[in-house]
């Protein structure tokens, strides 16, 4: 049994009559070995883990579901599908544990069976990868990054029921992507323009909006770059970083079995 039925495997930190024993064998996820991706939506995680499952390992419900359990449920009592708002709740989250995701996940207990290797999807910003490898030296990272309008592409084509966020388009696009709140930071006039252009390749001007709005939201929450640059003072054998822009799906699979 389990912290929840959408959680299959891990068991809270204390004992609870709303969940069964832990098992003789259970290990806090702090100290057990986990290979972690790390990286914002639209970056690759989904090629990654399938060259993962390739690999024979147990892959653990994943960042949405630990946040729905520990975060969004208790903070809200509700559930909640506007990326946005989860933004927000997270954000409250962070504030009383700095570690963020890396620090509820690590307070979790799993059983692993003899040689099994389990691995999270995902890990995300500064805090969260600083606190995994200070806290869990057993924990080695897989970064993936990709550039923010090839994000946004990648979302317009995924058609994933998560990726909601409220949105509307009065007909001038470019004017209102300019105008969505941290634009000017994140994005150059070129990349605006080229997120625009967007609406002549057949896609919904609100969806280029929303789509976007995730992307904005994300970046702003969780600076990949700081992350990205704190990854890469560890030692080799703890972190692969890896451009999926710039690596086919083969390479980046090739690669993390190399790393593995």
Request: glycine residues 8%; aromatic residues 4%; charged residues 20%.
């Amino acid at each position: 049994m389990t912290l929840s039925s959408s959680l299959p495997g891990l068991w809270l930190g204390s004992e609870s009559a709303l969940q069964p024993a832990r098992p003789p064998t259970a290990q806090l996820l702090s100290a057990t070995p986990l290979i972690v991706l790390v990286g914002v939506t639209g970056v690759g995680k989904s090629t990654a883990l399938a060259a993962l499952s390739a690999e024979h390992l147990r892959v653990l419900p994943d960042r949405r579901e630990v946040t729905d359990a520990v975060m969004i449920g208790p903070l809200a009592g509700r559930a909640v599908s506007d990326r946005q708002e989860r933004f927000a709740l997270s954000a409250r989250y962070r504030e009383a544990h700095p570690g963020g995701m890396a620090q509820a996940l690590g307070g979790l207990w799993a059983a692993p069976e003899a040689g099994e290797r389990l691995v999270f999807d995902g890990l995300r910003g500064l805090d969260e990868v600083q606190y995994a490898a200070g806290q869990c030296a057993g924990w080695r990272f897989v970064n993936l990054h990709a550039p923010d309008v090839l994000r946004v592409r990648r979302l317009l084509g995924r058609n994933d029921s998560f990726d909601q966020v409220q949105s509307s388009s009065g007909g001038d696009l470019a004017r209102e992507l300019a105008a969505l709140p941290g634009a000017g930071q994140v994005f150059t006039p070129t990349e605006l323009a080229e997120l625009a252009a967007l609406e002549a390749e057949g896609h919904p001007p609100a969806d280029i909006l929303a789509k976007t709005r995730i992307v904005l939201t994300e970046k702003l929450n969780y600076d990949p770059a700081a992350a990205c640059t704190f990854l890469l003072t560890l030692p080799p054998e703890r972190v692969l970083d890896l451009d999926t822009a710039a690596l086919s799906p083969l390479e980046v699979a090739r690669r993390i079995r190399s790393w593995l």
